[in-house]
């Protein structure tokens, strides 16, 4: 038999329903692997594989249902900036090191009610700042398929645990790309969901008008199932939109023939690596052979996208992260002689680089005399970036562009300019900004052998169609029988 | 865009964050760097357009204001650094 870490969630399933498997072995399994690979990968913030074997050892005893239960047992990861009541949420900083959260988030309650045994939670960038995870306050995380490289980030222990088959599939969240940009380095599938989709009670908050949740797997029929089990109306959540619940499962269907899709110029420039263009044009090609109209088409938003993002992010930011004040929960610092200093002295010790640099700009471009040149103008491009996407999609079901400019980059060598690691979510930032949903796929390997992403952006609502896009052409090219990564 | 010494340790003090004298230099550059390129945005047409507010155009969400007991109080008061009786400990505010 195949090793059962490197099986899909679906393929999981239907060895579980034929008692090939139990979920037990399948927790053993994962529990075995995460003790050979942490050490190299440093992936987890905290493994809770003990308990997620006694769950599976429950759900085994138990007469389970799996015509409605089909993934009952088989385990997952999820991102440290989601709340699990009774387990440490660090968002992997120092101020939430001893974090443990008294309630679960909405998605955390339906992965709980799906039987889906947790293996722990997942390193990141602190706060969900950064597009590396190197700005975690408790490990480094390694690119699974080379391990000096980064993972991507913030979703980077999420991405690097799924490549490094640690966990099955795991909970990421995307503000500006952090789940697509780490799917996109360690060559597995990230889905960012319409904002909206996904209800974000229980994730700690980053910016909140961008902030969603969404699933991080092996391929894209895992993906469609997770989201099925993540999305829809929270009351808990204002922004959560109550659509009629759809299966996302019956879109992945091997024909796109007459499917339009548009290639944005702008998105191919120069700040984009000569090897992602050309396995990017070469996807181009599959899809024409698969029946899709490609056509180029134009769509101006990526630098304005990226400029309004640092000013919107940090502006939400600056005021979201106001709560942790030494107070109530989080860390407080040992020396004070007034309340103020209390605020002042917990959160420039607990606080890393980067969060205090966002939180800083934030509070510059909303404080008074900044606040119409800086944040109600990128409000107004938000508008212009948004209606620039609506256009597109009266035209095209689909636009195709990279998910980030290089392939996955050495450790360290971007941590000491902050403006260059900001441009890493140049092609993913706009998606955020016009609350639309987009996923990454791996389309190749650069010459190195790193993993390329492709990015699939679709309208608002529409995850049908980018799912059945990135199906057909993941059928096509059987990137995971293809291309493993060393670790 | 230049921004002052003074005025990024203004910003800092209404953050509640402390900026040491030798890090100033490096944040003073590093906020330079990203408000330059946020003047990307000067082309930008956007004189006709309204501000987006939130990402959804949903008008008001309304729910019933109905008390709902919250079931982890006592977990909740564990992450507290300092308590006493159930409440939450802080330095003297009023002299």
Redesign the interface.
Known sequence: MEEITTLTVHELSKKLENKELTSEKIVEAYAKRIEEKEKDVGAFVTVTAQQALEEAKRIDSENIDRENNKYAGIPIGIKDNICT??VKTTCSSKMLE???A??DATVTQKINSEMLPSLGKLNMDEFAMGSSTENSAIKVTHNPWDLNKVPGGSSGGSAAAVAANMVPWALGSDTGGSIREPASFCGVVGLKPT??LVSRYGLVAFAS??DQIGPITKDVEDSAILLNMIAGHD?MD??S?DIPKIDYTASLKNDIKGKKIGVPKEFFGEGINEEVKTKLREAIEIYKELGAVVEDCSLDVA??S???Y??IACAEA?SNL?RF????????AKD?????E????S??EA?GDEV??R???G??VL?SGYYDA?Y?????????V??KFDECFKKYDVLLTPVAPTTAFEIGSKLNN??EM?LADICTVSINIA?VPAISIPCGVDSKGMPIGMQLIGNRFNEETILNVAYAFEQKIEFRENYKPSC | MKISKEELLHIANLSDLKISESEIDKYLENLEDILEYTNVLESASIEELDETIGANDNENVFRKDEIKEFEGRDALLQNAPDLEDDMFRIPKVIN
């Open positions: 009541k009774g001893n974090f443990v008294p309630y904002y909206g008008s961008l009351e204002s922004t939109y630098e304005y990226l400029a309004t640092y000013i600056s106001g004040d030494g107070i109530r929960y989080g860390y407080r004070f002689s007034n309340l103020k209390l605020f002042t002295n959160r420039t606080f205090k640099r939180i800083i700009l509070t510059y404080s800086y109600k103008k990128a409000q107004k491009v938000r508008t212009l948004k209606n902050p403006m900001y609350s």
